[in-house]
């Protein structure tokens, strides 16, 4: 079974910056796009950020310029770099596979707030 394991959420104030992680089971992460999702309360789970196995990548524009996807295959994991952050950011933030393929982990909640 797959699992998707995200980390590295927390509070932090607008303008700040946090990086998430996301580790997954096998060679996931090395064979398939990855995405960055989150979803803010009250509201639908959003694709924000993905990337390719040959590393491309793309963003959506609400992120574009301060969200960077990576990937290490050797370790199996896509992490997120996000910096000035905005309270309109604040989600639980997931990763899966784009398009999705597997079940939700658990999520990282970020919280952006003064």
């Known amino acids: 079974q797959v699992q998707l394991v995200e980390s590295g959420g927390g509070l932090v104030q607008p303008g700040g910056s946090l990086r998430l992680s996301c580790r997954t089971s096998g060679t996931i992460a090395s064979i398939y796009v990855m995405g960055w999702y989150r979803q803010a309360p009250g509201k639908q789970r959003e694709l924000v950020a993905f990337i390719s196995g040959g590393g491309s990548t793309s963003y959506a524009d609400a992120v574009k310029g301060r969200f960077t996807i990576s990937r290490d295959n050797a370790k199996n994991t896509v992490d997120l770099q996000m910096s000035s952050l905005r309270p309109e950011d604040t989600a639980v933030y997931f990763c899966?596979?784009?398009?999705?393929?597997?079940?939700w982990g658990q999520g990282t909640q970020v919280t952006v707030s003064s």
């Open positions: 899966n596979t784009a398009p999705i393929r597997f079940v």
